[in-house]
C-alpha cells in the first residue's frame, strides 16, 4: 500500500524524501542486509541482497 500511495512522488522526482528510500552514485555498489528489501535499479528489479553491481564503461552502444 505504501508504494501505491507515493507512486506519484517517484515521477515527480520526490520519492528521495520516503524513508527507507536510498540513493546511491557510483561505479560499484554492494548491497547486504540481514532482511530482503524489494530493490528498484532505473525501473528494474535484479534481485536481493546480498547483492554486486558494477558498471562497465561503453557498455552500451546508442544510435540516436
Do not use: M
Amino acid at each position: 500500500a505504501k508504494l501505491l500511495f507515493n507512486i506519484p512522488k517517484v515521477y515527480s522526482g520526490r520519492h528521495l524524501s520516503i524513508k527507507g528510500v536510498l540513493q546511491i552514485r557510483g561505479k560499484e555498489v554492494r548491497v547486504t542486509s540481514p532482511e530482503r528489501p524489494v530493490l528498484e535499479i532505473d525501473g528494474e528489479t535484479p534481485g536481493w541482497p546480498p547483492l554486486e553491481i558494477k558498471i562497465i564503461p561503453r557498455a552500451l552502444r546508442f544510435i540516436i
